[in-house]
Structure formats: C-alpha cells, structure tokens
C-alpha cells in the first residue's frame, strides 16, 4: 500500500531562518507531488506541483522554492522565512496525470515563524 | 478561473441530527466536483467526487452530496452524525479539461458534533 510521510511534524523559526521541509511517498512510481498551505481561514493553497524529477510548477510568487530530487521525494524551501509563511504545510501526491484524480495528502507541518 | 465559497466556517449539530454542509462554485466551464474530510492534526481525505452521471453522489462514512448545475452547488449532507464526524470539510473544484489541472478548495467548514 502506499504511504506519505512529512518531516518534521511541527517546527518553529525566527524569521529570516531556512526551511526545509521533507516530504516522501512510498509505494507508487511517478506520482505527481504537491505542496499546499493551509493558513486560518483562507482554505487550501496550490503553492507547487510535480509531475516528475525536477519537473517544478509555481503556482503562486512567493519566497519558497520546491525541488524533487528523486521521484518520491518533494522538498519546500525557504532561504529567508517571514512571518506570513507560518501555517499547515501539506504534502500530496496522485497517479494519472488528471485532475480527477485523487489526491492523497500527508499528515502536515505546522510552522510557526516568530 | 473557479472560484469555490463555503458560506459557513463553523456548524455545530447535535449527534444523531442531521447535517448539510453547503458549497456553492463558480466557474466559465464545467467542473467536476469533490469533498474532503480534515480530522485535527492531520491531512485531507477524500470523502467522495462528483464526476459525471446521477447527480447523487454517495461517499465514505455515511455522507452524500447533490450536484445542482442550474445552482452551482454541491452540498454535502449526513442523516445522521457522529461525534467521530468532528472535522473540517473542503469543498473542491477542478475544470473539465484534458491533462492536469489545478483543484481549487474552499475556505472549509467546521462541523462540531455535540453530544
């Protein structure tokens, strides 16, 4: 069966800090991989999707970056964090190539910048 | 461009009573349809997905939700809830279209079962 892991679960930086956060699936080859926010009342945003090895789609300007360097691994960056980056940050992957098709998401990183 | 709206952040209900969640969408084209389900702490789950045929979709846990183009809207609904049905709930869109296209999700709602 497939999983989807996030790391780390929960993490608080000063701002103007790195982010790097990890997210990996197992079990499917070639998902398509997406990075969402979820801040307070403001839903789900796209901020990137991937449907392959360095293959990066942006959604949204911002200061973050993504990298896949391996096909089921997905990386969000931040070189300098700001205050308006805190938030849930969900991973999420599918197979097909559709929008049809599911989605299916990891358990989250809550970030708070300070 | 589509754009969804969840009018009600929060709906507290009484176990055992029914619940309707609604959504309402808009979009130029055609667009297939989706709910899912935020338990605390955790990821999305999808509940069900309206694609094409009867317009009455039934999901996981008991849910459905009715699919009404002249109205734009796809509400969700339950007989009767559980306090295990304590969660936030995303409405979602995506445009019919060849090849991958961006799901658009809704502000969400909390449904709060009281025993």
């Known amino acids: 069966s497939q999983t989807i892991h996030q790391w780390p679960a929960t993490l608080v930086q000063p701002v103007g800090s790195p982010l790097s956060l990890e997210c990996t699936v197992e079990g499917t080859s070639n998902p398509n991989l997406y990075w969402y926010r979820q801040a307070a009342g403001r839903g789900l945003q796209l901020l990137f999707y991937s449907v392959g090895i360095g293959q990066i789609s942006s959604e949204v300007p911002q200061n973050l970056s993504a990298s896949r360097p391996q096909d089921r691994q997905f990386i969000l960056s931040s070189k300098k964090l700001l205050l308006s980056d805190s938030g849930f940050y969900l991973c999420a992957w599918s197979v097909g190539g559709h929008s049809t098709d599911t989605q299916y998401f990891g358990p989250g990183t809550r970030l708070t910048v300070l | 461009a589509q754009s969804v709206t969840q009018l009600d952040s929060q709906v507290p209900v009484f176990e055992e009573a029914p619940v309707e969640l609604r959504c309402n969408y808009s979009?130029?084209?055609?667009?297939?349809l989706f709910w899912y389900v935020q338990y605390p702490n955790q990821g999305l789950q999808l509940l069900l997905k309206?694609?094409?045929?009867?317009?009455l979709v039934k999901g996981i846990n008991g849910f459905e939700a009715e699919f009404n183009k002249s109205q734009t809207s796809f509400h969700l609904r339950k007989p009767s809830v559980h306090i295990s049905d304590t969660a936030e709930y995303f409405c979602?869109?995506?445009?019919?279209?060849?090849?991958?296209?961006?799901?658009?999700f809704g502000t969400g709602t909390k449904l709060q079962v009281i025993p």
């Open positions: 309206y694609l094409s045929g009867s317009t």
């Open positions: 979602a869109v995506t445009p019919f279209s060849g090849g991958y296209q961006k799901v658009t």
């Open positions: 979009s130029s084209v055609s667009v297939y």
